[in-house]
């Protein structure tokens, strides 16, 4: 089974609206991290926002929130007032274990904003 | 430098030889973690460096495959007899010890096996 599943290959959104990116994982483990990414063409890796399992609130950075849902394993991401330089691909990531440090990546979205 | 580097940033080799990538993270991070990227896909674990150790190296595909860091600092990826299927971005990342810190990635080497 996959770990993490994004089930938005594609999107497209128009400047200045909100957005919403699809996450779900998969786990037994009681501690675990979630992540996301976004790789702009140029091809780095630009850290948005970080939830942990324990945490009781939605993590928020600037316009990027976390729509934590721990019930439903699901972990998305909303971008508000969106730009044209959020037009990327954008990758959920879980990390499992204390001491496990690896990142299990999702398969990505990658988001247009249109002008 | 402030982020992680990497080298080189393109690497053209014929079927069979061997590659070297090098990955230089973030002064005083401990952790270091090597990732691939074929085309158009996630990104996938090879292996974990805490210090010098490698206390998980369950993502490397084939025993041609190795890496080691020296001095808690710069990694080296190995790829031995390369394959065409090896064609991938190899991306590097570094973290410091909190269990919650970010992996701060490097820019990639892009390797293309002829």
């Known amino acids: 089974a996959q770990k993490i599943t994004q089930t938005q290959p594609g999107m497209f959104v128009q400047e200045k609206e909100a957005v919403t990116l699809d996450c779900t994982y998969d786990?037994?483990?009681?501690?675990?991290?979630l992540f996301w990414y976004k790789q702009p063409s140029s091809g780095e890796m630009i850290f948005l926002i970080y939830q942990g399992s324990y945490d009781q609130q939605n993590a928020t950075e600037g316009r990027y929130s976390l729509n934590f849902q721990k019930a439903r394993k699901s972990a998305n991401l909303v971008i508000s007032a969106s730009q044209l330089g959020d037009s990327a691909m954008y990758f959920c990531?879980?990390?499992?274990?204390?001491?496990?440090?690896?990142?299990?990546f999702g398969t990505g979205t990658r988001l247009t904003i249109i002008p | 430098g402030a982020g992680v580097s990497q080298s080189p940033s393109n690497k053209v080799t014929e079927k069979g030889k061997d590659v070297e990538l090098r990955c230089d993270p973030i002064s005083g991070h401990t952790a270091l973690y090597w990732y691939r990227q074929s085309l158009g896909q996630g990104l996938e674990f090879l292996i974990y460096f805490q210090g010098n150790s490698a206390p998980d190296k369950s993502g490397l595909p084939s025993d041609r495959f190795s890496a080691e860091r020296t001095g808690g600092s710069v990694s080296t990826l190995t790829i031995q007899r390369t394959q065409q299927e090896d064609s991938a971005v190899y991306l590097c990342a570094s973290s410091s010890i909190r269990s919650d810190n970010e992996q701060f990635f490097g820019p990639g080497t892009r390797l293309t096996v002829l």
């Open positions: 786990t037994s483990d009681p501690s675990y991290g």
């Open positions: 990531a879980m990390r499992e274990d204390f001491g496990n440090e690896k990142l299990t």
